[in-house]
């Protein structure tokens, strides 16, 4: 499986992206993590199969994750950016026949590249 990330860029405060992250084949638990310079990196948002969506306290009313099956692709919407959403985000794709913990890196075997977003003040 392989994992194509697109759609960051440079963005002033308050303004939106939409991140776009496209499978090679069947998607089921997906996420989007992201990771900014000398942090950890950390949970962002996540959907499940049959459209159940998590989100971290940060970006809850402001990002929302959605899924397109037919097209094994995941979107995230981020509106209202603000400078410490700047990292590089990553998509990822659920670890097969493996309980799916959303919110947990080890949950997710595939992942994307990783693109860029940058909010400025």
């Known amino acids: 499986v392989q994992l194509q990330a697109s759609g960051g860029g440079l963005v002033q405060a308050g303004g939106s992206l939409r991140l776009s992250c496209a499978a090679s084949g069947r998607i089921n638990g997906m996420g989007w993590f992201r990771q900014a310079p000398g942090k950890e990196r950390e949970f962002v948002a996540a959907i499940g199969r049959s459209g159940s969506r998590y989100y971290a306290d940060s970006v809850k009313g402001r990002f929302t994750i959605s899924r397109d099956n037919p097209k094994n692709t995941v979107y995230l919407q981020m509106d209202s950016l603000k400078p410490e959403d700047t990292a590089v985000y990553y998509c990822?794709?659920?670890?097969?026949?493996?309980?799916?913990?959303?919110?947990?890196?080890?949950?997710?075997?595939?992942w994307g590249q990783g693109t860029q977003v940058t909010v400025s003040s």
């Open positions: 990822a794709k659920d670890r097969p026949f493996s309980q799916w913990y959303p919110e947990k890196d080890t949950s997710y075997e595939y």
